[in-house]
C-alpha cells in the first residue's frame, strides 16, 4: 500500500483546479479513488475496470462517493 500512498500524495499536493477529473484506471473494487476522492472531496473520481464483480464490490462499498465504469483498457470502442 506504500505505492498507493505515494500516488494518492503526489496527485493531492498542488494542482491548483478546483474540480478535477481523476481516473482510476485498473480500480478493482476501487481502494486507490476512494483514497483519493477522500483527499480531493471537490474532484470526480471514477474508477475504470473491467471486471464486473469489483465494480460491483465498489459501488456497494464507496456508494456515491466515487463513479465506476466498465471498460477494457487498451481495447478500441
Excluded at 40 to 52: C, F, I, L, N, R
Excluded at 60 to 75: M, N, S, V
Aim: charged letters at 20%; glycine letters at 14%.
Amino acid at each position: 500500500f506504500t505505492v498507493i500512498s505515494d500516488v494518492v500524495e503526489r496527485v493531492t499536493v498542488g494542482g491548483g483546479h478546483s474540480a478535477p477529473l481523476l481516473l482510476d484506471l485498473g480500480c478493482g473494487p476501487g481502494s486507490l479513488a476512494a483514497r483519493l476522492a477522500a483527499r480531493m472531496p471537490a474532484a470526480e473520481v471514477v474508477g475504470v475496470d473491467a471486471d464486473p464483480l469489483l465494480l460491483e464490490l465498489g459501488r456497494a462499498h464507496h456508494g456515491t462517493a466515487l463513479r465506476f465504469a466498465e471498460a477494457r483498457i487498451g481495447e478500441p470502442g
